[in-house]
Every structure is written in C-alpha cells, then in structure tokens.
C-alpha cells in the first residue's frame, strides 16, 4: 500500500529558530500533499494544499511567510515553520492523496517551541 | 460552510460492550465521508470510506453506515486494543482537502 514517511517524528527547538518537516511518498508520486496542524484533543486543521511544482495554496489565516511549503518533486514535500514560537507547537501531519490509494497521512512531528 | 460535528467526545466501554459513534455533518455535496483511528502521537490510520446514503462497510468488529445527515460506527464486542481516538472527515464537492470532525476518544477496559 501506499507509504508516507514523515521526520522527524518529534522535535524541541529554541523559540526564534526554524523547523524543517519532511514528507516522502515511497512507493508513489504525490501530486498533492495536504498540511495539517493538531492541537491536544483537537480536530485536524487543514493548513495549506501543495502542488508539485507549484506554489502551496494556504488555508485562511495560515502565514504563508511563517510556514514555508515546498513540493518540488512528486516524492517530497517540507514544511519548514520560520521563527518558531511556543504558540506554534502543535502536532504537524502531512497528507498526500492519490486515486488508487486515497488519502495516505504520515506518523506526525511533534514539535515543542522552548 | 462545511462542519462535521462527533458525539460523543469521550466514550468508556467494557470489553465486549458494543456501542456507536456518531458523526453529524453539512457539506456542500458529499464526495466522500471517511473513517480513520488516531493512536496517540500517530498519524490516523484508515478504515472506511462511504460514498453515498445507505452504503455499509464492515472490518472486524467495526461496521460504517452512513445517511444523508450522519454516519454511525458500530463497534461490536470491543476489546481493549481498540481504544483510540475515531475521527470523521468528509470530502466536499469543491477541492480534495478532508475536513475532520474533532474526533471521538474511545476507552476500551478488561
């Protein structure tokens, strides 16, 4: 079946430093990879759409500058959140769908701003 | 605007005591509503898929039904391994992006 392999599968960094999240399809090409933000005992927030070789499509008050989304091939996607800040600690969750498999989701990062 | 709304938020079962989940939505158009389980700090993990009012689908002691308004997912005889969180999404008309209900917490005891 269809794998998404997400890292790092948790992460602390200093607040005002940045984070890169990966997401790699192995064993198909995503054209499309979905973003999503989860806080505790809270629904999935879908953040932004990504479409390889395209820019991300943001979700309404989502920061584009804050949360940089690059899909540069069809077998990953990264989302690197700039200038992290506590309130940015969340569980992170990417998404990539195809019409033989449907929707594949990632293991997560957990990333914790100090 | 599309919601999907999950009852109950929290659910406590003894093995082997069936029960159901609800979830409630509006959508313009359904193309889809979707079953996942969620294990804490993972990512959900598929179940089911419903396409139109009136499909069922079953997988062990799981069955999804879903209506016009709401789909229900019937546990039978649960077992401790299936405590985890149960999440709804529904697939709109317009665009890909599944819109998540906040989920339904289920504790399965000996």
């Given at each position: 079946g269809a794998v998404v392999s997400?890292?790092?599968?948790?992460?602390?960094?200093?607040?005002?430093t940045s984070?890169?999240?990966?997401c790699r399809s192995l064993d198909f090409q995503a054209t499309t990879m979905f973003w999503y933000r989860q806080f505790p005992k809270?629904?999935?927030?879908?953040?932004?759409?990504?479409?390889?070789g395209s820019k991300a499509t943001y979700e309404q008050g989502v920061e584009k500058d804050k949360f940089l989304i690059n899909h540069a091939s069809?077998?990953?996607s990264t989302l690197t959140v700039t200038s992290a800040?506590?309130?940015?600690?969340?569980?992170?969750?990417?998404?990539?769908?195809?019409?033989?498999h449907g929707y594949t989701f990632g293991s997560g990062t957990r990333l914790t701003v100090v | 605007e599309d919601q999907v709304t999950q009852s109950p938020e929290a659910l406590r079962l003894q093995e082997g005591e069936s029960s159901s989940?609800?979830?409630?939505?509006?959508?313009?158009?359904?193309r889809g509503l979707f079953w996942y389980r969620q294990d804490p700090g993972k990512g959900p993990e598929f179940l089911f898929t419903l396409y139109s009012a009136g499909e069922e689908k079953e997988k062990e002691r799981l069955k999804a039904t879903l209506t016009k308004k709401e789909s229900f997912l019937h546990i039978t005889a649960p077992k401790p391994e299936d405590s985890a969180t149960y999440l709804c999404a529904v697939q709109p008309r317009e665009g890909y992006a599944l819109n998540f209900g906040k989920g339904t917490s289920l504790l399965v005891t000996p």
């Open positions: 997400q890292h790092p599968s948790w992460v602390i960094c200093k607040s005002g984070v890169k999240i990966e809270q629904s999935l927030m879908l953040m932004a759409t990504s479409n390889e069809l077998t990953l800040h506590p309130e940015d600690s969340s569980f992170y969750i990417c998404s990539a769908r195809t019409v033989s | 989940l609800n979830c409630s939505y509006t959508v313009s158009g359904l």
